[in-house]
């Protein structure tokens, strides 16, 4: 078999541009994730049986349903509902994010309930209020406690990016199929995709467990 990697070549600002979605992609689903992880994390924790049946309802189900499902259901069914049409890029934002948002609650609930309740009793007892003792003394223990799952669900985001090549988002994936169709050299060009991957997602999983070695003295409690 003879290698070709001139396509990559002549036409890398074409992969660059996928690349740049892909990034932009993967950081705002990261962001909407993180945001719903923590609230529903720290609510279905500490708000009370109905927000956590509630809440617990909503990550049973996002966990129960495929991601591509989420997908194509928020960018072709969810405008219907809103009376507004989404763009692929923002559709794909919204669904991995709702999507990493559940399993992000499930891991900031079970890194809050790691922390002995001695700690939220003492903080309360000082006349610190509830929302003050989980700011400062119980959410950054357990922020230490989650960096390993957490860096692990940062990497699948990355990797989930490429699924919205199915609406159409032209990130990295997209671009390479197109790249790929046009040039008739899909070793290459898929081969190079997954070197890009690789090179994103290899690096953050590592410097997230080398932070963890160095902090992880600090989540002991």
């Known amino acids: 078999m003879d290698i070709d990697i001139s396509p990559l070549i002549e036409n890398w600002q074409f992969i660059l541009t ?18 719903i ?13 109905l927000l956590d049946s509630a809440i617990g309802l ?12 989420i997908l194509v ?12 049409s989404l763009t692929p890029f923002s559709g794909g934002v919204l669904a991995l994010g709702v999507h990493l948002g559940a399993y992000i609650t499930e891991t900031i609930r079970a890194g809050l309930t790691s922390i002995r309740p001695g700690q939220m009793r003492a903080a309360l007892a000082l006349g610190m209020s509830r929302f003050e003792a989980i700011r400062t003394i119980i959410l950054p223990q357990a922020l230490i406690r989650m960096l390993p799952p ?20 032209p990130e990295l994936l997209r671009q390479s199929q197109v790249l790929a169709g046009k040039t008739f050299r899909p070793f290459e060009i898929y081969t190079a995709a997954m070197l890009i991957y690789f090179l994103i997602c290899y690096p953050t999983a590592r410097t997230i467990d080398r932070v963890y070695r160095r902090l992880g003295v600090l989540g002991a409690s």
């Open 37 to 49: 992880g923590l609230v529903g994390g720290v609510l279905r924790t500490y708000g009370g049986k």
């Open 73 to 84: 259901w928020t960018y072709f069914a969810f405008p219907l509902v809103i009376g507004e």
């Open 58 to 69: 909503y990550v049973d189900v996002v966990r129960s349903i495929p991601v591509l499902a």
């Open 18 to 35: 996928g690349l740049g979605f892909t990034l932009a992609l993967s950081a705002l689903s990261i962001a909407l994730g993180a945001a």
């Open 150 to 169: 957490l860096g692990s669900l940062i990497v699948i985001a990355v990797k989930d990016s490429a699924i919205a090549s199915v609406i159409a988002v």
